[in-house]
């Protein structure tokens, strides 16, 4: 029995995350959502190392914001993914994003999220 890799995904836009949800799924992955930095905080606190990438929006609505996630995911896994998603942060990305990370601005196309996320796992399989 194989096991799936999981992701964290950290959006506030509901219908966002069922789109990215399925995408994860049709392309092999096991993703767990949280609706906002709290509820992701205490998931990474949970198992840090459970999940192999992070997907964070940067404006959750919370005063926990997208980039002190991955700086906390980071923090206690050195080695997971990051890749941000946003509408309108992207030129903060180089000054508060976590080094070695990708940034997408929505509106994302179909199949775009999952398709850099596997090509980030190749390269990292590569160098291992």
């Known amino acids: 029995m194989s096991v799936q890799p999981v992701a964290l995904l950290v959006e506030d836009d509901a219908l966002l995350v069922l789109q990215i949800e399925d995408e994860f799924t049709d392309a092999g992955f096991e993703i767990y959502s949280a609706l906002h930095g709290t509820a992701a905080?205490?998931?990474?606190?949970?198992d840090p190392t459970q999940f192999f990438c992070l997907v964070t929006d940067i404006r959750l609505g919370t005063p926990i914001d997208g980039w002190a996630v991955a700086r906390h995911a980071r923090l206690k896994s050195p080695e997971i993914i990051v890749v941000y998603i946003t509408g309108?942060?992207?030129?903060?990305?180089?000054?508060?994003g976590v080094?070695?990370?990708?940034l997408l601005n929505k509106p994302l196309w179909?199949?775009?999220?999952?398709?850099v996320v596997i090509d980030l796992v190749n390269k990292r399989n590569q160098v291992a």
């Open 41 to 46: 905080i205490a998931e990474i606190d949970s």
């Open 88 to 96: 309108d942060s992207s030129a903060a990305w180089k000054t508060e």
């Open 99 to 102: 080094p070695d990370s990708i």
């Open 110 to 115: 179909p199949g775009q999220l999952s398709a």
